[in-house]
């Protein structure tokens, strides 16, 4: 007598599968949420094992038990090669986010370089498709490995440099002496690193070109990682300057521009070395760092540019070894120069025509005026400095600014050819309210305290004209202190409403 629908195995199997796949689907379901949410990286594996293993797996028991075919069939075996690829790549992903995907940089898992754990899921993949073809579809894995022994001699001499690249690669990089990202300097080449894959390193140059070196020829050649041990570098070269000029000033002079050039740090300080005297010049080391290699070549343009300037300021000359430069102050051709830039500025401002009008006392007053250079984003003066001088601009621009609560520059003004600047600070006696930077080549003429003074006592009306341009700046600066505090109450009481909310 035959049995009952419910007594048959199929019917089992099918009503256990039809119960139990949902059931495993929506637990896996709540599991892989709960682990998200944790941000545990095993929760990528649980939805693989939900997505593709499972419904795979209950696919294959389906048409084994319930439909009953065959173990030999070909369907059966095409879903079963299925199912051990789903169950080999969970498994790789399993093993990737236990042991690498939460592995700290100091520890031993952190430091397995990416090439090689590629060459170790290779392996994996290979050894997975050897049971495949053993188990599902039995292949013979003695002549299969046979003739893979025979097939790979070939293969090796015929690819012996790729391959030789393959194991430089992995024997270099186990150590991970650099990194994506970093700056190197291989041989006479200097690029950063944008990828390390099988066979090479690929850096690109600071032109945009693309190297690619092979591992085989990396691990001959000394490499020079300027951003390891770590980011910060030191750049240095050498300066020449006049021989009569003292030493102490050209140091001084040097690590004050250095300090003053954007992205050279303050801590370590710039180092300035006297390096070598001869007949006609003194020659000096200037070393300094900066935060990353990458920015090297725009900071050290940067410097150089304003070492000029300051040179210039300071009454610093060049060498040059077939003859020696005169000073600025003892070349009668730059004291007639002065002497007419200093007139023409005078008589260019309605303040100072009283003063240019004195002829037989211009020529004294100019002797004490400094003819002075400088370049764009040089800071003249900056706000909390003393005063010291008056600045009458001839050539060029140049912006007031005031720094805010945030600690952000904020313009009051801007400045050019036939104005002045200074005066705040040097006739208040206190510490300068605004920052002066340049934003065009600035050319001045620079008026010292003794200087300025004797020009009020021949044109008394001189002081009170100024005192005008005082006052007008000074409500031009409470205006914007003003707008800055306007804008910081909105600010902290938009942050308090959204807080409340």
């Known amino acids: 007598m035959s049995k009952v629908i419910w007594q048959n195995d199929w019917f089992i199997w099918a009503i256990a599968l039809g119960i139990g796949f949902p059931l495993l689907v929506i637990i896996l379901t709540e599991i892989t949420h709960r682990l998200q949410r944790r941000g545990q990286p095993i929760a990528v594996t649980l939805r693989l094992v939900r ?3 499972l419904p795979v797996l209950v696919f294959l028991l389906f048409i084994q038990n319930v439909v009953e075919l065959d173990l030999d069939n070909n369907v059966v075996k095409l879903v079963e090669t299925l199912l051990w690829i789903f169950v080999i790549d969970a498994s790789l992903s399993l093993i990737n986010s236990v042991l690498f995907e939460a592995a700290g940089e100091n520890t031993w898992r952190g430091r397995i370089p990416k090439l090689l754990l590629d060459l170790s899921r290779f392996f994996l ?3 997975g498709a050897a049971i495949v073809l053993s188990k599902v579809w039995g292949a013979d894995l003695a002549g299969l490995a046979t003739a893979l022994g025979v097939g790979s001699i070939v293969i090796g001499l015929a690819l012996q440099d790729s391959l030789g690249s393959v194991f430089s690669g992995v024997a270099l990089l186990f150590a991970r002496p650099f990194e994506v990202g970093d700056w190197l300097q291989i041989g006479d080449k200097v690029g950063q690193v944008i990828d390390m894959n099988w066979r090479a390193v690929h850096l690109v140059t600071r032109d945009g070109d693309m190297i690619i070196i092979p ?7 000394i490499v020079l990682n300027y951003s390891k041990p770590k980011p910060i570098h030191v750049e240095t070269f050498r300066i020449d300057f006049d021989s009569d000029d003292p030493p102490n000033l050209i140091k001084q002079v040097l690590k004050e521009t250095a300090l003053a050039t954007e992205g050279i740090l303050s801590d370590p300080s710039p180092e300035i070395r006297t390096m070598e005297y001869n007949d006609y010049r003194g020659n000096y080391e200037v070393k300094f760092s900066i935060e990353d290699y990458k920015d090297a070549p725009r900071i050290r343009e940067q410097l150089m540019t304003r070492i000029w300037y300051a040179a210039q300021r300071n009454n610093l000359g060049p060498t040059i070894p077939i003859y ?15 002497l007419t830039k200093f007139t023409e500025s005078l008589k260019s401002m309605p303040v100072f025509v009283p003063v240019a009008k004195q002829q037989k006392n211009l020529e004294n007053l100019s002797k004490g005026a400094v003819l002075q250079h400088f370049g764009v984003g040089e800071t003249v003066i900056r706000q909390g400095d003393p005063g010291h001088a008056l600045y009458i601009i001839i050539a060029g621009k140049a912006v007031l600014n005031l720094k805010d609560s945030y600690g952000e520059q904020q313009e009051v003004m801007t400045l050019s050819s036939g104005e002045f600047f200074g005066e705040m600070a040097l006739f208040s006696g206190k510490p300068s309210s605004v920052s002066v930077t340049v934003v065009e080549d600035l050319q001045t003429i620079a008026l ?33 202190k003003q707008a800055n505090l306007a804008s910081s109450l909105a600010s902290s009481n938009g942050a308090e409403l959204s807080s409340q909310g």
């Open 51 to 53: 997505n593709r293993v």
């Open 125 to 127: 993949v290979a050894l």
């Open 448 to 480: 010292y305290s003794d200087l300025v003074n004797q020009m009020i006592e021949s044109t008394p009306s001189l002081a009170r004209e100024i005192g005008q341009i005082i006052e007008a700046r000074r409500k031009a600066i409470d205006e914007v």
């Open 324 to 338: 020696r430069l005169r000073k600025l102050d003892s070349d009668p051709n730059q004291a007639d120069s002065t």
């Open 215 to 221: 591992h085989r020829v990396l691990g001959g050649e």
